[in-house]
């Protein structure tokens, strides 16, 4: 005679297998998903070096970015693309400083840090910095459904600009390997002036000594 398999045993194996199915849930959200997401953060963010001589300019830049390498008059694409969606870009373009100046004016320096106000752009800021000791500014927008950072380098030889984008990939982690690339760009030539303000003593040099009245 043919024995019925309790019910109550089908209910037990079932609450074992849901058991088994969220404890191995668990394990993977608690264990490996971290360890995989800071993979991914390190595999984009590690830097890999590239230099381009007709442009004098040398660059550390983000494996998440660095792919294909397309040369043009004046410039270069260096671009990654994607299964699905645009990938993240960086164009470098260069072009002679006739005024041979080794920072930029007051009034483009004006311009663009109220562009963002005045042409209502969203997601605008502007750092006017120092790059590799050269006058520096990185300008980020958002445009295109993507965020975009932009450094203009200036030497008394050449002025350097960098398009990085994100595309349509992580926004934040792409945005960190855009400006980690382009804080690390150096231009070749002459080095830049640097004035002397009044009452700051150059480096390496003695500050003259006060004589007291009598």
């Not at 953060?41 to 590690?46: A, N, Q, R, S």
């Amino acid at each position: 005679m043919k024995k019925d398999i309790p019910m109550q045993l089908y209910v037990g194996l079932g609450i074992l297998l849901i058991g088994g199915v969220l404890l191995g849930g668990e394990y993977f959200l608690v264990k490996w998903a971290p360890l995989h997401k800071q993979r991914v953060v390190d595999e984009t963010l590690k830097q890999l070096p590239y230099h381009n001589q007709s442009l004098g300019v040398d660059i550390q830049v983000a494996a998440g970015i660095f792919g294909q390498v397309e040369n043009f008059a004046g410039g270069v694409k260096i671009s990654r693309s994607r299964f699905w969606g645009v990938g993240p870009s960086l164009i470098i373009t260069s072009e002679p400083n006739v005024d041979h100046a080794s920072e930029f004016s007051q009034e483009i320096l004006a311009k663009w840090e109220t562009d963002g106000v005045l042409q209502n752009i969203p997601r605008y800021r502007f750092d006017h910095t120092k790059l590799a000791d050269r006058d520096a500014v990185l300008i980020q927008r958002y445009k295109d459904h993507a965020l975009w950072l932009t450094a203009h380098v200036m030497s008394p030889d050449r002025i350097i600009v960098a398009d990085c984008t994100t595309g349509g990939g992580d926004q934040a982690l792409l945005l960190e390997a855009c400006d980690e690339s382009l804080r690390s760009i150096t231009v070749a030539g002459t080095a830049s002036s640097t004035p002397v303000l009044e009452g700051v003593t150059p480096p390496g040099t003695t500050p003259p000594r006060i004589i007291p009245k009598k």
